[in-house]
């Protein structure tokens, strides 16, 4: 007795999918079992700054990340579903602390212009790029994306006293 072309063909072609699908669920069930979370804590409630509604409208702000006690920290520039956010959106350090800006290529031209225009980068687009700037008087320091400013591409940066 011959096969059927087209049912070995379905045969194949049905274990395929299944397969596909098998190894897509194993990938996205790793990725939200990882350790894809901040690796780092918030500033106590009691100590969190005041920005003064800076941070209403940023994408990724879940609190400010404690870096104090670091004398350089990274903040990831294009960051997000859309490439179109800080992380940390904010952070906390002590004076003396450069932060150093990477921008990850993702989410078109960024770049971080301080509010009062106390510090500027160019607007760049490919990954490895970095700005940095030394933060040495206690405070905030508020920055955004000017490009992504409306999309709500907003970061600071809380100098501890």
Same mark, same amino acid.
């Given at each position: 007795?011959?096969?059927?072309p087209?049912?070995d063909?379905?045969s194949v072609?049905?274990?395929?999918? &299944?397969?596909s %699908? =098998? @190894?897509?669920a194993?990938? &996205? #069930?790793? /990725?939200? *079992? *990882?350790?894809?979370?901040?690796?780092?804590?918030t !500033?106590?409630?009691? /100590?969190?700054?005041d920005?003064?509604?800076?941070?209403?409208? @940023?994408? $990724?702000?879940?609190? $400010?990340?404690?870096?104090?006690? /670091?004398?350089?920290?990274?903040?990831? !520039?294009?960051?997000?579903?859309? *490439?179109?956010?800080?992380?940390?959106?904010? +952070?906390?350090v002590?004076?003396?602390? &450069? !932060? !150093?800006?990477?921008? $990850?290529?993702d989410?078109? *031209?960024?770049?971080v212009?301080?509010?009062?225009? @106390?510090?500027?980068?160019? +607007?760049?687009?490919?990954e #490895?790029?970095t700005?940095?700037?030394?933060? /040495?008087?206690?405070? %905030?320091?508020?920055y955004?994306?000017i490009?992504?400013?409306?999309?709500?591409?907003?970061g =600071? %940066?809380? +100098? @501890?006293?």
């Amino acid at each position: 007795m011959q096969s059927d072309p087209l049912l070995d063909r379905r045969s194949v072609l049905r274990a395929a999918g &299944t397969l596909s %699908v =098998a @190894a897509l669920a194993g990938c &996205t #069930g790793q /990725e939200e *079992g *990882g350790d894809d979370g901040p690796d780092y804590e918030t !500033v106590p409630s009691e /100590e969190e700054p005041d920005y003064g509604g800076w941070l209403d409208s @940023a994408r $990724t702000y879940d609190g $400010t990340a404690d870096l104090r006690g /670091e004398s350089e920290v990274t903040v990831m !520039v294009g960051t997000g579903s859309r *490439g179109r956010s800080f992380s940390p959106a904010a +952070i906390m350090v002590d004076p003396g602390t &450069t !932060v !150093v800006w990477e921008w $990850t290529g993702d989410g078109g *031209g960024h770049n971080v212009a301080e509010e009062n225009e @106390a510090y500027e980068s160019p +607007i760049e687009t490919e990954e #490895g790029y970095t700005f940095e700037h030394a933060f /040495e008087e206690p405070g %905030v320091s508020r920055y955004t994306c000017i490009p992504h400013d409306a999309q709500g591409m907003r970061g =600071a %940066v809380a +100098i @501890a006293e």
